[in-house]
């Protein structure tokens, strides 16, 4: 009822003041969705054809579903929101069930659900579900730790709260407020630690911190190891 379909192929509004703009195959099944262009999109009904998604929106792309309250989706193709406030600019493949979460772009990037105010900026496969993490790019990257980031590389984790790295392959972030800055396989568990690069090395004293070299540790308070 109230629903509107202004102009395309075969599109479906069924969703009370719901519209379809354009495009082809395109539904408009939650109250208040829109769906704009494109070709299968899906607004505010998941794949069980149950309705959901008030307020829900797809702006273009193929094969999007958006089936959160205020969900939204810009474009690209098999992307899903199913989050309340969600939205995923682009990309393929990308999921975002957190609410308040942000996919910007990417592949087969998932913000979990209780990834709340969490975002992907793109990137592959990477997986952010602390509240307030965030990942920046990379592949197989994932923050796990309230507020904890990755700002790219490969296989990294953010798993502390308020932890960061910034790229390089297998370093964790363990310890809250600890840094891994680069290199592989490195580790800052201790709270307020660092390991700048290097391979295989661990921060596990507070405030430690490791500058580089390889197997190497600082585990006492302050301590400080320059890899040498």
């Known amino acids: 009822e109230y629903s509107s379909v202004s102009g395309g192929y075969e599109n479906v509004a069924e969703g009370y003041?719901?519209?379809?703009?354009?495009?082809?195959?395109?539904?408009a099944g939650g109250e208040y969705s829109s769906v704009s262009g494109g070709r299968k999109n899906n607004a505010g009904q998941n794949q069980k054809f149950t309705k959901g998604g008030m307020w829900s929106s797809i702006s273009g792309g193929n094969n999007n579903t958006a089936t959160g309250t205020d969900s939204s989706i810009s474009g690209g193709y098999l992307?899903?929101?199913?989050?309340?406030?969600?939205?995923?600019?682009?990309?393929?493949?990308?999921?975002?069930?957190?609410?308040?979460?942000?996919?910007?772009?990417?592949?087969?990037?998932?913000?979990?659900?209780?990834?709340?105010?969490?975002?992907?900026?793109?990137?592959?496969?990477?997986?952010?579900?602390?509240?307030?993490?965030?990942?920046?790019?990379?592949?197989?990257?994932?923050?796990?730790?309230?507020?904890?980031?990755?700002?790219?590389?490969?296989?990294?984790?953010?798993?502390?709260?308020?932890?960061?790295?910034?790229?390089g392959k297998k370093n964790e972030s363990k310890g809250k407020q600890s840094a891994v800055s680069g290199g592989i396989q490195n580790k800052a568990s201790g709270m307020l630690s660092s390991v700048s690069g290097g391979n295989r090395n661990l921060a596990s004293g507070v405030q430690s911190s490791i500058l580089g070299g390889k197997n190497e540790a600082a585990t006492g308070k302050n301590s400080v190891n320059t890899g040498e």
């Open 79 to 167: 992307n899903k929101a199913s989050g309340i406030e969600g939205s995923i600019l682009g990309g393929s493949e990308n999921e975002a069930v957190g609410k308040y979460s942000t996919i910007s772009g990417g592949s087969k990037n998932t913000i979990l659900e209780k990834g709340e105010h969490a975002s992907i900026t793109g990137g592959l496969a990477n997986r952010a579900y602390g509240t307030f993490s965030s990942v920046n790019g990379g592949n197989r990257n994932v923050a796990s730790g309230k507020l904890s980031s990755v700002s790219g590389g490969l296989q990294n984790k953010g798993s502390g709260m308020l932890s960061s790295v910034l790229g």
């Open 17 to 27: 003041y719901s519209s379809v703009s354009g495009g082809a195959y395109n539904t």
